[in-house]
């Protein structure tokens, strides 16, 4: 398995497909429980690393990582030292130098998720980089679809919308 998800690009058809039946599995173990938790990733530490404002993807994530039991940072740069200037790279060796397993990282700048996966030694996923792209959003996508209409072989999708600003 791959160590970052910074692409959707970087996902072939077999490993996506894997994502999304590993979400499933995750899914379905949850919903035959009283309380919602997995213990999948019971002693690691998410960090969950937001220099743009966002609601659904942030949560999403804090409640995805609580669910599998890890322990969650929330870090937003509007309460952080990045509002005094400090740099990516400084706020990555401090997330490396806390021993962070898994960063889950959105910024406006295009490609900050891979220059963040040179920095650190933990997982990184892009949530969101820019205009760039969003692969979490895509696989989630995917997901939904496969969810609701049984399969993603041989769909058209229509994206609508400002794709390039929202």
Same mark, same amino acid.
């Given at each position: 398995m791959k160590k970052h998800l910074l692409s959707a690009a970087d996902l072939d058809r077999d490993e996506a497909i894997l994502v999304l039946d590993t979400a499933a599995q995750i899914e379905a173990a949850l919903a035959g429980r009283e309380v919602k938790k997995l213990p999948t990733l019971r002693g690691r530490t998410v960090v969950n690393l937001f220099f743009e404002d966002s609601t659904r993807t942030r949560i999403s994530f804090e409640l995805a990582a609580k669910r599998l039991s890890a322990d969650v940072i929330n870090f937003s740069a509007k309460g952080s030292s990045v509002s005094k200037g400090e740099s990516l790279? *400084? /706020? =990555?060796? /401090?997330?490396? =130098?806390?021993? =962070? *397993? =898994?960063?889950v990282v959105r910024h406006s700048m295009s490609g900050a998720p891979h220059r963040l996966a040179q920095w650190v030694r933990g997982s990184v996923v892009n949530a969101g980089d820019g205009t760039h792209e969003h692969p979490t959003q895509a696989l989630l996508d995917a997901f939904t679809m496969r969810s609701r209409l049984g399969r993603l072989e041989g769909l058209r999708v229509t994206i609508v919308g400002d794709v390039l600003h929202s």
């Open positions: 790279k *400084d /706020t =990555a060796l /401090t997330l490396e =130098a806390m021993g =962070a *397993d =898994a960063v």
